[in-house]
Nanobody
Framework: QVQLVESGGGLVQPGGSRRLSCAYS????????MAWYRQAPGKERELVAS???????NYADSVKGRFTISRDKAKNTVNLQMGSLKPEDTAVYYC?????????WGQGTQVTVSS
């Protein structure tokens, strides 16, 4: 059974950095994208960053230049390096893996940016 386990959330100071990690296990066929989403209170879940199977990355305008998505095949993880964090980045962050058949989601991890 496919499982995604996230880690790295917590309290961060404005201007600080934090790395989120999503460890995946199980058999996933034909992965075409890995991504991070986030959802803040009162807002819809939004795509933060994605990594397609050909290596192409895409970022929300609000995080461009500050966040980086990457995959570590050896460790079976998809990561999100976050820098220059702002209070507006406060949200629950979710890992997502899309295959040709099914989409998988992590449990979500809370990131709070506050002084």
């Amino acid at each position: 059974q496919v499982q995604l386990v996230e880690s790295g959330g917590g309290l961060v100071q404005p201007g600080g950095s934090r790395r989120l990690s999503c460890a995946y296990s199980g058999i996933i066929f034909s992965i075409y994208a890995m991504a991070w989403y986030r959802q803040a209170p009162g807002k819809e879940r939004e795509l933060v960053a994605s990594l397609t199977s050909d290596g192409t990355t895409n970022y929300a305008d609000s995080v461009k230049g500050r966040f980086t998505i990457s995959r570590d095949k050896a460790k079976n993880t998809v990561n999100l390096q976050m820098g220059s964090l702002k209070p507006e980045d406060t949200a629950v962050y979710y890992c997502n893996i899309e295959s040709t058949k099914v989409g998988y989601w992590g449990q979500g991890t809370q990131v709070t940016v506050s002084s």
